[in-house]
């Protein structure tokens, strides 16, 4: 039996996702690597993904490099597997030395019942006596500011992580980039790939294929903020991090429930409305490696605590990079918290396909009328953008109406359940 050369390509990562971006590889030509060792990363639209080997072996040759895109199919590298001595291999050489293409291969510990891959799970290198010194290990940083690092020329060696286990953000290298020598350029060029580029292409869309038209409601919210001072101290939501938002998702799950159109969508191809059954709540998140979109499922089914726990779960996964591509598809409608930037309001873009998209403005101290008297209240601003083909403008307004009274007054709705 002779040695085979198997070749890894880019596996379906789920979720209609067609390519990906390279990011690194954790491996060089001549590097022995195990089975299910990480042997580098690539971006998809959605998130950074760890590869592991489906085979044992030694790299023969790198098919793509950091930066490419490569389409899903599409060969990564090879690897020499040793022959084993139990008896003939079908699949190996044919007899005139050459490899037999085969399938894509499926991610090894992705597939049903499989462990998940930790993103930053541990390279392990092992030593050859014949091969050349190995480059100094990669810093662990984020896509971000991989990419960040490599516009501006910097080491990410040499600058100090300040995330969860020392990893390096695009906030640390903005940070040393602001301390280091200037090297006398007057610009700095990033190409426009990963989440960037994709959110791009999202946005522009959406911009121009849904009639987008926005309502804004400005609405006492001082009920809220006390119930949820309340939430906080009661055991039900111990470690499930109350929000005003948590709030505000209850109340836009009320008012979907009022106005089915708001959680729907437009087959353009079938020339038909779908209506959603269920809400899968998208939750418009801020990362490092630009906007994600995390979306909690069949939200319509949580309790108030439930509810509360899965939005700062999900958020926090997005946030840290460690949400599978999978998680950040498939809402069927979104909310974006622009208030935690103390921003009033805008006119938030829809995500594509989608019917609507929540705005929650800044909760802050303003002067209101209560009783034919003026007082200090807190005070929000709503702004919901819909598709006017989806939704007529009295069903947004008796939708942003509905969630200004449930924000006013939140017991009622809450207690019914809806």
């Known amino acids: 039996m002779t040695d085979s050369v198997e070749e890894f390509?880019?596996?379906?990562?789920?979720?209609?996702?067609?390519?990906?971006?390279?990011?690194?590889?954790?491996?060089?030509?001549?590097?022995?690597?195990?089975?299910?060792?990480v042997i580098?990363?690539?971006?998809?639209?959605?998130?950074?993904?760890?590869?592991?080997?489906?085979?044992?072996?030694?790299?023969?040759?790198?098919?793509?490099?950091?930066?490419?895109?490569?389409p899903v199919g599409a060969p990564l590298l090879r690897i020499r597997v040793e022959?084993?001595?139990?008896?003939?291999?079908?699949?190996?050489?044919?007899?005139?030395?050459t490899v037999a293409e085969r399938p894509p291969q499926v991610l090894v510990g992705y597939g049903p019942g499989a462990p998940p891959v930790s993103r930053?799970?541990?390279?392990?290198?092992?030593?050859?006596?014949?091969?050349?010194?190995?480059?100094?290990?990669?810093?662990?940083?984020?896509?971000?500011?991989?990419?960040?690092?490599?516009a501006r020329g910097l080491d990410l060696a040499a600058i100090t992580g300040t995330g969860p286990g020392g990893v390096v953000t695009r906030g640390d290298v903005l940070a040393h980039a602001a301390v280091a020598p200037d090297a006398g350029a007057d610009e700095v060029r990033t190409p426009i790939r990963g989440v960037r580029k994709r959110t791009a292409d999202a946005v522009t869309r959406s911009a121009f294929t849904a009639p987008h038209a926005t309502v804004f409601l400005t609405c006492d919210a001082t009920a809220t903020v006390d119930l949820v001072g309340r939430l906080r101290e009661s055991p039900a939501f111990a470690g499930r991090h109350?929000?005003?938002?948590?709030?505000?998702?209850?109340?836009?799950?009320?008012?979907?429930?009022?106005?089915?159109?708001?959680?729907?969508?437009?087959?353009?191809d079938a020339q038909e409305i779908v209506t959603h059954t269920t809400v899968h709540l998208g939750i418009a998140t801020a990362t490092d490696d630009g906007l994600k979109v995390p979306v909690v499922r069949d939200a319509q089914e949580l309790s108030l605590p439930d509810l509360a726990g899965s939005i700062a779960a999900s958020a926090e996964r997005a946030r840290t990079g460690v949400a599978a591509p999978a998680e950040l598809v498939g809402s069927t409608i979104s909310i974006t918290n622009v208030g935690v930037f103390g921003v009033d309001a805008g006119t938030p873009i829809?995500?594509?396909?989608?019917?609507?998209?929540?705005?929650?403005?800044?909760?802050?101290?303003?002067?209101?009328?209560?009783?034919?008297?003026?007082?200090?209240?807190?005070?929000?601003?709503?702004?919901?953008?819909?598709?006017?083909r989806l939704v007529d403008?009295?069903?947004?307004?008796?939708?942003?109406?509905?969630?200004?009274?449930t924000l006013t007054d939140p017991v009622p709705v809450l207690l019914s359940g809806t």
């Open 9 to 37: 390509r880019l596996p379906d990562l789920g979720e209609g996702l067609t390519d990906a971006e390279v990011l690194s590889w954790s491996v060089a030509v001549g590097d022995r690597v195990e089975l299910n060792q």
């Open 40 to 70: 580098g990363e690539v971006e998809t639209a959605k998130a950074a993904v760890e590869l592991p080997s489906p085979f044992a072996g030694s790299v023969v040759e790198l098919l793509a490099s950091p930066g490419d895109t490569v």
């Open 83 to 97: 022959a084993s001595t139990d008896g003939p291999d079908p699949d190996g050489p044919d007899s005139d030395g």
């Open 120 to 150: 930053r799970g541990r390279r392990r290198d092992v030593a050859r006596p014949d091969a050349p010194a190995s480059p100094p290990a990669r810093a662990d940083a984020k896509p971000a500011a991989r990419r960040e690092a490599a």
């Open 242 to 268: 109350a929000t005003p938002l948590t709030i505000v998702a209850a109340a836009l799950l009320h008012a979907v429930d009022e106005q089915p159109a708001l959680n729907s969508s437009w087959d353009d």
């Open 350 to 388: 829809l995500n594509p396909g989608e019917a609507a998209i929540l705005a929650v403005g800044a909760i802050d101290d303003r002067p209101w009328v209560v009783d034919g008297e003026l007082t200090v209240r807190k005070v929000v601003t709503l702004s919901l953008s819909f598709d006017h």
């Open 393 to 405: 403008g009295e069903q947004a307004g008796r939708a942003l109406a509905s969630l200004a009274s």
